[in-house]
């Protein structure tokens, strides 16, 4: 038997480190050729990295969260053979220790062994996220015992209980199994000899929960968006005729209004082309084509996959390819220039939307544009109110590079694009 090394991979050009998203095998467990050992993150695309030959894991680089240079070593397999790794030989010295599942001649234990299945969970005994094997907090006792069973205390506890003429059975216990301590007998015998209310008591636990992967990769980029000036419009928007127009386009309501909205972004910067730019370095790029930026949520967070050429796609087009790359991020499977390139963004929550919202630039994107929810309100004609279906867009900018009169020059034309969407499809 040998061991097999197999490091990080060079998994995309300019890419020098990323980040362990999570393992997809536990030490000890065999694997066959081309089976995914562990997925890495890096732009916020997850890649799974397969084992070029079969073997038994006996060792890992590192925890989720933790993030490895490429070339670094990753995994090591227990094959058949002399492997590739001699014996002795100490490629990466900080890696190197065995880690914790590792046994003394470094083969894995089963991390699910008898031995470390009947140990405490210190860990999330510390912060209060514990199982139920650890010992109730004494601000959530366990419940009085059933008559006639006996109340467990100390022997302390219980001379302290005959000298008080307590009866121990009134006693709610908050040790473990309910049992009784000083602390629990004193606050029977401060209350009165009331024994405490059965009803909700407060939650002091605390869980520590470290942010990796794609979550944290969200906040540093909402740490660099912080950092950029914004101004943000409103505009009420009439999406009557709009909606009625996609209704009798797709009776069977497949069509939404988001592809209405994309048309109406692709027409509004051939008029103002520096808003579909990026700032960066004090440098502004501006982009003759239109690369929709689409904010999606998905399960491990939001996400931002790109229809690309926007500008080339006619209205059916750009909502078939909303759909295909908000799918793709929400199962996992979108490519990494799928995720990356947009030029300008949209971010909506549908039905959840409020009145009103300040989105976050997408940076370096200088604009985004914020959709909210659409709702029947009623609308003055100029001689009476009428029920008109209604929605605000929330547009932010980077001040550094659009003045405001630009941005609401911006923001009128869309309200004029949606509010007459005949004008959507004349071509200049």
Not at 114 to 120: D, H, M, V
């Given at each position: 038997?040998?061991?097999?090394?197999?490091?990080?991979?060079?998994?995309?050009?300019?890419?020098?480190?990323?980040e362990i998203a999570e393992w997809l095998?536990?030490?000890?467990?065999?694997?066959?050729?081309?089976?995914?050992?562990?997925?890495?993150?890096?732009?916020?695309?997850?890649?799974?990295?397969?084992?070029?030959?079969?073997?038994?894991?006996?060792?890992?680089?590192?925890?989720?969260?933790?993030?490895?240079?490429?070339?670094?070593?990753?995994?090591?397999?227990?094959?058949?053979?002399?492997?590739?790794?001699k014996p002795g030989e100490h490629a990466?010295?900080?890696?190197?220790?065995?880690?914790?599942?590792?046994?003394?001649?470094?083969?894995?234990?089963?991390?699910?062994?008898?031995?470390?299945?009947?140990?405490?969970?210190?860990?999330?005994?510390?912060?209060?996220?514990?199982?139920?094997?650890?010992?109730?907090?004494?601000?959530?006792?366990?419940?009085?015992?059933?008559?006639?069973?006996?109340?467990?205390?100390?022997?302390?506890?219980?001379?302290?209980?005959?000298?008080?003429?307590?009866?121990?059975?009134?006693?709610?216990?908050?040790?473990?199994?309910?049992?009784?301590?000083?602390?629990?007998?004193?606050?029977?015998?401060?209350?009165?000899?009331?024994?405490?209310?059965?009803?909700?008591?407060?939650?002091?636990?605390?869980?520590?929960?470290?942010?990796?992967?794609?979550?944290?990769?969200?906040?540093?980029?909402?740490?660099?968006?912080?950092?950029?000036?914004?101004?943000?419009?409103?505009?009420?928007?009439?999406?009557?005729?709009?909606?009625?127009?996609?209704?009798?386009?797709?009776?069977?309501?497949?069509?939404?209004?988001?592809?209405?909205?994309?048309?109406?972004?692709?027409?509004?910067?051939?008029?103002?082309?520096m808003l579909n730019a990026h700032y960066?370095?004090?440098?502004?790029?501006?982009?003759?084509?239109?690369?929709?930026?689409?904010?999606?949520?998905?399960?491990?967070?939001?996400?931002?996959?790109?229809?690309?050429?926007?500008?080339?796609?006619?209205?059916?087009?750009?909502?078939?390819?909303?759909?295909?790359?908000?799918?793709?991020?929400?199962?996992?499977?979108?490519?990494?220039?799928?995720?990356?390139?947009?030029?300008?963004?949209?971010?909506?929550?549908?039905?959840?939307?409020?009145?009103?919202?300040?989105?976050?630039?997408?940076?370096?994107?200088?604009?985004?544009?914020?959709?909210?929810?659409?709702?029947?309100?009623?609308?003055?004609?100029?001689?009476?109110?009428?029920?008109?279906?209604?929605?605000?867009?929330?547009?932010?900018?980077?001040?550094?590079?659009?003045?405001?009169?630009?941005?609401?020059?911006?923001?009128?034309?869309?309200?004029?694009?949606?509010?007459?969407?005949?004008?959507?499809?004349?071509?200049?």
């Amino acid at each position: 038997m040998g061991l097999h090394s197999i490091r990080m991979p060079d998994i995309g050009e300019g890419i020098a480190e990323t980040e362990i998203a999570e393992w997809l095998v536990p030490i000890g467990q065999m694997v066959r050729e081309d089976e995914p050992l562990v997925a890495v993150m890096t732009d916020k695309a997850t890649v799974e990295i397969p084992s070029p030959v079969a073997g038994k894991v006996v060792w890992q680089a590192g925890q989720p969260g933790d993030v490895l240079a490429v070339g670094a070593e990753l995994v090591r397999l227990e094959v058949e053979g002399a492997g590739n790794r001699k014996p002795g030989e100490h490629a990466d010295p900080d890696r190197d220790a065995p880690s914790p599942a590792e046994g003394i001649e470094g083969h894995a234990a089963p991390k699910d062994s008898p031995e470390t299945a009947r140990k405490p969970d210190t860990a999330r005994a510390e912060t209060g996220s514990g199982s139920s094997t650890h010992p109730p907090s004494p601000m959530q006792p366990a419940p009085l015992r059933p008559e006639g069973e006996k109340p467990l205390a100390p022997p302390s506890v219980r001379a302290r209980a005959r000298e008080a003429g307590v009866d121990l059975r009134m006693v709610r216990g908050s040790g473990p199994a309910g049992r009784i301590t000083h602390d629990d007998l004193s606050a029977f015998i401060a209350s009165g000899g009331l024994p405490p209310a059965a009803g909700p008591q407060p939650d002091e636990t605390v869980e520590e929960i470290r942010v990796i992967g794609l979550r944290r990769r969200i906040a540093e980029r909402m740490e660099t968006a912080n950092r950029i000036p914004h101004i943000t419009i409103v505009e009420e928007i009439d999406a009557t005729a709009v909606e009625d127009l996609r209704a009798r386009m797709a009776p069977g309501g497949k069509l939404t209004l988001l592809p209405f909205i994309a048309r109406a972004i692709v027409k509004a910067v051939r008029d103002q082309p520096m808003l579909n730019a990026h700032y960066e370095d004090g440098v502004i790029r501006r982009y003759g084509a239109v690369h929709l930026g689409i904010a999606a949520q998905t399960p491990g967070g939001l996400m931002v996959p790109v229809v690309r050429h926007a500008e080339a796609l006619s209205l059916r087009e750009t909502a078939a390819e909303i759909a295909r790359v908000a799918q793709a991020a929400k199962d996992g499977t979108a490519r990494r220039e799928e995720l990356t390139g947009s030029t300008i963004s949209i971010t909506s929550l549908g039905p959840l939307g409020a009145i009103a919202t300040t989105p976050i630039l997408n940076a370096p994107e200088v604009a985004i544009v914020g959709v909210n929810r659409l709702a029947v309100r009623p609308h003055w004609n100029g001689t009476a109110f009428e029920p008109r279906r209604m929605m605000n867009l929330s547009c932010s900018f980077d001040h550094r590079v659009i003045d405001g009169w630009d941005a609401a020059v911006f923001v009128a034309r869309l309200k004029d694009l949606l509010e007459t969407p005949a004008l959507i499809f004349v071509e200049a």
